[in-house]
């Protein structure tokens, strides 16, 4: 079977950690030898002169072609329009993307066109699948359905995509009643749970790692006291601000942000504001290799997400051994299953901090930690999700 999968949420040499889970799943696909897939990664560039100014900049200089894993990725440009054209991005996605797919269609037909974020890719993947007259899959994630659903425009170009769509899929349970809520068919939704490299993510000696870490020129992270770990971009969105708030409420705690983005001066001011800059670390973008050691090292992993689908790093730390404490978020109860796998809380600084004083207290096993991970593969998750595509394509 013959695939061609759309994801602007893809790595690519420029942006090497930029969706990684994506390329993680792609990867597992890629190995299994039962399906030819071809991966291709559209790339938002705006005109001049904002195509000077970074991230933009940086972006420009992405190759056609790019290999990551073994597998092959081809990265399409489309104009961006940034901060008010982005309900336009699928059409000039597919104005860019359209040509090639034509040309690779008629070298080898391809029997799917598969999307792996809602939006914009979602609908691109749609007129592209009917120009080429094959099938259409379409994954949603998250901020796709929570962000792109709220506004009009994109939401008709969704349900328009989800209506032509042979099968759509879910990454929770949450997710997909979210997505039968704003109109989609329910009938045509399975949920698809993320994977995890069970290899790089398992439980090590949490002093060990702590050791490991701090002694990491790049990390650098404290010897000694009870650690918070927070993973993701800083943006406001991920909700560090809330972290930073709750740590002010717990003294001799340290907390590590491991994440870069547009909020890191404001968030390293409002450290300073709460006196507690000295216990904050600022550790920037992780690199793929260091991070199960870091989340290993931590006492307690915290997001305080303002929405999520089902987040990697939630599966990533309990494999660590490392209890969360997340909000009500998502598919937050399909993971927090009880009080092993840590705490559910408000988005509050307060409920945060209580959350936290209760782990350090009575931290759970390590073992029975990780357990909460146990099921999630990517190894499962490429043969459900090559299972599903089959079935999308009449090829069972």
């Not at 094959?134 to 328009?160: C, F, N």
């Not at 494999?319 to 009880?338: F, H, N, Q, S």
């Not at 509050?348 to 593969?377: G, H, K, Q, Y």
């Amino acid at each position: 079977m013959r695939v061609l999968s759309l994801s602007t949420l893809f790595p690519s040499p420029a942006r090497p950690a930029f969706g990684r889970f994506v390329a993680n799943q792609m990867r597992a696909v890629a190995e299994r030898r039962d399906v030819e897939l071809t991966m291709v990664n559209p790339i938002g560039l705006p005109p001049w002169p904002l195509s000077l100014s970074e991230p933009f900049r940086t972006l420009a200089e992405t190759p056609e072609t790019s290999e990551l894993d073994g597998l092959t990725v081809r990265h399409a440009r489309f104009r961006l329009i940034p901060k008010v054209g982005g309900d336009g991005n699928p059409g000039r996605i597919v104005s860019a993307v359209l040509p090639l797919a034509r040309k690779l269609h008629a070298a080898a037909p391809f029997d799917l066109v598969d999307a792996q974020f809602f939006f914009p890719d979602g609908p691109a993947a749609h007129g592209i699948a009917r120009a080429l007259g094959v099938p259409l899959t379409i994954k949603a994630r998250g901020s796709d359905i929570h962000y792109w659903g709220k506004r009009p425009r994109a939401l008709k170009q969704m349900r328009a995509a989800a209506e032509a769509a042979a099968g759509l899929l879910a990454v929770s349970e949450a997710l997909h009643r979210e997505m039968i809520a704003l109109g989609m068919p329910a009938d045509k939704i399975a949920v698809h749970y993320t994977g995890l490299d069970h290899d790089r993510f398992q439980p090590l000696p949490r002093t060990a790692a702590r050791a490991l870490v701090s002694a990491v020129p790049e990390l650098g992270v404290w010897a000694e006291g009870p650690l918070i770990v927070v993973p993701g971009a800083l943006i406001p969105l991920k909700g560090q601000e809330l972290a930073l708030e709750a740590l002010a409420q717990l003294p001799g705690v340290h907390l590590a942000l491991a994440g870069s983005g547009p909020d890191d001066a404001r968030l390293r001011s409002r450290a300073e504001q709460l006196g507690i800059a000295d216990r904050v670390q600022f550790l920037g973008q992780v690199s793929h290799e260091l991070l199960p050691q870091l989340l290993c090292a931590a006492d307690v992993v915290v997001l305080p997400s303002e929405r999520e689908g089902l987040a990697n790093a939630w599966v990533e730390a309990l494999a660590c051994g490392t209890p969360l404490v997340i909000p009500d978020i998502g598919g937050a109860r399909e993971v927090v299953k009880d009080a092993s796998a840590g705490r559910i809380v408000a988005r509050d600084p307060a409920a945060i901090a209580a959350a936290v004083r209760e782990l350090l207290a009575e931290p759970p096993a390590r073992e029975a930690v990780a357990a909460n991970a146990a099921r999630f593969s990517w190894q499962t998750n490429a043969a459900e999700l090559v299972a599903f595509w089959r079935k999308a394509a009449g090829k069972e």
